[in-house]
């Protein structure tokens, strides 16, 4: 007998079938005849796809720069699996680590280089907060929490350092396996050419639609050759649209060449989702919806895509033996106006907005939802 049979859920290539849970796994998807302990009919009526997961968060609570809690931006949101990009470092990962057992939301974690994290901004000015020896002992604390790295290679981040930082997180990525590593560009020095040129197969560049002069086009709106040769040789674009990092000009013309997000991503924490532009991850995605990628496309980034970039191998698809994290939402035509981290706007005739999500074959509504639907968890 299952937990939870979900049945006729509209899946996004507009096909139903049925989802049966059991144990924290998905145990089947079809035509299921099976009896559960529970059993919720969604008519299909509801879109439900693998489990949203947000690749690039700041959600440790004691930040004193870029902080919130794990559920708030998380099951809240219809999001069952964050991943803090750099918000700790090897000085306070075992904090947030504890912090992180009491959230429904699944949890992980990109370490800073920077042993002392997000305490200030300009985190890896001194180039003895970078570590190497701190940094391997953390992972080698926590090799099921840390999944990656992060680098922030931006002139205010990295003072009078240039490049090096990311020579040394190469080297540190080397070191453990070849962990992801996560490199956040903005304004130069150092140039985007030297970091890309830098970058190998399974690196990701944050911030990939940046409207800042030190951005992936050139002036000619092309995108430039560095970056080409990068994504040629496995290097992933991730969104990390955040207070200051998307550029709907500078999305809408690199996905118009074909230049599309591997990952959709927030870089959210508590003032660019409670003042915006950021709001949640299903704002997010709904931005990129209006920019013209397909429903298919836009959830494929915060499921497979992401969960294959991280290697999150029990996550991201909707099959027997992933885990039973799930989204229920429905597309619902609503003409809004978005707009990006320049404050500039765009016409979407259709929003995101999730109701429900599964974590572990247990179910919760998000505010939305609740006010919609009463699903019998």
């Known amino acids: 007998m299952f937990d939870l049979l979900l049945r006729q ?57 870029y902080h919130d809690e794990p559920d708030s931006i998380g099951i809240a949101t219809g999001v069952t699996t964050v991943i803090d990009a ?11 680590y504890s912090l992180t057992r009491e959230a429904v939301t699944d949890v992980y974690a990109l370490l800073n280089i920077s042993r002392v994290g997000l305490i200030a901004q300009n985190e890896l000015a001194n180039m003895a907060n970078i570590d190497g020896e701190a940094v391997n002992q953390a992972i080698k604390r926590h090799p099921d929490f840390i999944v990656g790295l992060k680098a922030r290679m931006s002139s205010s981040v990295v003072g009078e350092n240039g490049i090096t930082p990311l020579v040394r997180a190469k080297a540190m990525q080397q070191e453990n396996g070849g962990l992801p590593l996560m490199v956040h560009i903005g304004n130069n020095p150092p140039d985007l050419d030297d970091i890309a040129e830098r970058l190998t197969a399974g690196d990701i560049i944050t911030h990939c639609y940046n409207g800042k002069p030190n951005r992936i086009l050139t002036p ?46 927030s ?54 033996g992933f885990d039973a994290d799930l989204t229920l ?49």
């Open 220 to 265: 000619g709106g092309e995108l430039r050759a560095s970056v080409t040769r990068a994504i040629q040789r496995g290097v992933r674009l991730d969104v990390g649209h955040g207070t200051a990092s998307l550029s709907f000009a500078v999305a809408r013309r690199a996905i118009s060449a074909g230049i599309l997000p591997h990952t959709i991503s």
């Open 267 to 320: 870089d959210i924490y508590c003032r660019n989702r409670i003042n915006g532009p950021v709001y949640s991850l299903a704002n997010v995605m709904s931005k990129f919806l209006a920019i013209g990628m397909s429903l298919p496309q836009v959830i494929e980034c915060v499921t497979a895509n992401a969960a294959d970039g991280l290697n999150l191998k029990t996550k991201g698809r909707l099959a027997p």
């Open 9 to 65: 859920a509209r899946l996004v290539d507009d096909t139903v079938r049925d989802i049966a849970l059991k144990d924290g796994k998905i145990a089947a998807v079809g035509d299921i005849d099976d009896l559960a302990r529970k059993t919720v009919d969604l008519r299909g009526e509801c879109y439900v796809s693998a489990g949203w997961i947000d690749s690039h968060v700041h959600c440790y609570p004691k930040s004193p720069i």
């Open 86 to 96: 750099g918000s700790t470092g090897a000085d306070d990962i075992d904090d947030f």
């Open 329 to 377: 939402f429905t597309l619902q035509r609503q003409p809004t106006v978005l707009v990006d981290a320049e404050n500039d706007s765009l016409q979407a005739e259709e929003l995101l907005v999730p109701l429900a999500a599964v974590r572990a074959g247990k179910g919760y509504m998000t505010e939305q939802g609740s006010a919609k639907y009463a699903f019998d968890f």
